[in-house]
């Protein structure tokens, strides 16, 4: 049976027609899960069962069903929008989503042939020097700051308040702790809001770059809500590497370039992180690896107990945190997985970049306020738990900085 299965043009160009032209803001192309898909009745243009995601035209009633199936059960959109092409593009995407399902297979292959192990990493005292001054205070304060706001919805009004006083605050410490770094509010054709990055050159191979992101959006309900704080989705993840950042600032410059990504839009189906992976690839640019860090907050299969998501993350880099957890770390690491289009590692990694998404708990115990007006901080809220996940981000820039070593395969 094919494994890529492809549907009759005919049926697919009238749908089509308004992807790229008046009717763009009304329906979109998007990759999202296979079985999801099939489970609300939406066309299926496209699929690859080796990947297990499916292409579709979505309408505003389509994306509406999906972010209500998935909010409903405490997950996010649940689908990447695609980066319009320059014209129709149907072979195109067909193509993509073959390459996509050859990736997997590939990761699929590595993890099985017992070769893996190959990032292992030793303590260093250096690292553990860096480790120790990761402040578990400072992730209280800054999910206090960015839950201030009453929302982070990408489209709403005031898209963009909440991004520019975080450039302000990043600005602020590059200035108190005197590092050269690189800032930029980057704009976006899907979203209103900006996605900021921050960029710590390297001073040996700066042309090879170590990316650290999180997602700053937030959302309460299909359009947005009128308060939708987001302490864990993702003030979180947010603070984390932000923290991390801070450290990385203190100890100074890796061999490798790091950069740092607070992405716009992910909640409504990866926006920014979409357009920037996708920039990426077509700059040729050498990205060694990407961590996403979405929702930290919430210890919902225990303190220390951490989901080490399997789907759409590279086998490699997935060892190099079991031997990061095991000389530094110190917690219990979980296989799980969350499905195509669960947060921004998705748009990296179809773009043939190596990821990495440990998450809060397993995917089904994961907090389940989120996406709505009670994303506060809470007695369930746990900064000790959150702690490990900046470590994760600043062992990540520190090892994967400073190392030579590239995806084995």
Not at 187 to 202: A, C, D, F, I, W
Not at 311 to 323: E, G, I, P
């Amino acid at each position: 049976m094919a494994r890529f299965k492809l549907f009759a043009l005919s049926v697919l160009v009238p749908m089509m027609a308004g992807a790229h032209g008046p009717q763009s803001m009304e329906q979109v192309e998007a990759l999202s899960d296979l079985n999801l898909l099939k489970v609300l009745n939406i066309p299926i243009l496209a699929q690859d069962t080796r990947a297990g995601v499916g292409y579709a035209v979505l309408t505003p009633e389509m994306q509406e069903k999906i972010s209500k199936f998935n909010h409903a059960r405490g997950r996010c959109g649940g689908f990447e929008v695609l980066p319009p092409t320059r014209g129709p593009s149907v072979e195109g995407r067909f193509q993509e989503l073959r390459r996509l399902g050859d990736q997997v297979e590939r990761d699929v292959r590595w993890a099985r042939s017992g070769m893996g192990r190959r990032l292992e990493i030793g303590k260093k005292q250096d690292v553990q020097e860096a480790l120790d001054k990761l402040n578990e205070d400072n992730l209280r304060g800054f999910v206090e700051w960015a839950s201030s706001f009453p929302t982070r919805y990408n489209k709403g009004a005031n898209a963009n308040v909440a991004v520019e006083a975080l450039a302000g605050k990043i600005r602020d410490m590059a200035k108190a702790l005197r590092a050269p770094i690189q800032i930029e509010l980057i704009n976006h054709t899907s979203t209103p809001q900006k996605s900021l990055m921050v960029r710590v050159p390297g001073n040996v191979a700066p042309q090879e770059v170590v990316v650290i992101g999180a997602h700053f959006d937030s959302i309460a309900g299909w359009t947005g809500g009128s308060r939708a704080p987001g302490a864990d989705d993702n003030a979180s993840g947010s603070a984390n590497i932000f923290e991390a950042l801070r450290v990385l600032l203190l100890t100074g410059p890796t061999a490798r370039t790091v950069e740092f990504y607070w992405y716009a839009g992910e909640e409504s189906g990866l926006l920014g992180s979409a357009e920037i992976a996708k920039a990426a690839k077509e700059q040729k640019r050498q990205i060694v690896g990407v961590l996403q860090l979405d929702m930290t907050l919430f210890p919902g299969s225990g303190e220390l107990v951490i989901g080490n998501m399997t789907d759409f993350t590279s086998a490699w880099l997935r060892d190099f945190l079991v031997s990061a957890n095991q000389n530094y770390l110190k917690a219990q690491l979980v296989d799980d997985q969350c499905g195509y289009g669960c947060s921004d590692h998705a748009s990296w990694y179809r773009q043939g970049f190596p990821t990495l998404m440990p998450f809060e708990s397993t995917f089904s115990r994961s907090n389940k306020a989120i996406h709505t007006p009670n994303d506060v901080i809470n007695a369930q809220s746990n900064f000790r738990h959150s702690h490990v996940f900046s470590k994760i981000a600043l062992l990540f820039a520190l090892e994967l900085g400073n190392n030579n070593v590239r995806q084995p395969y």
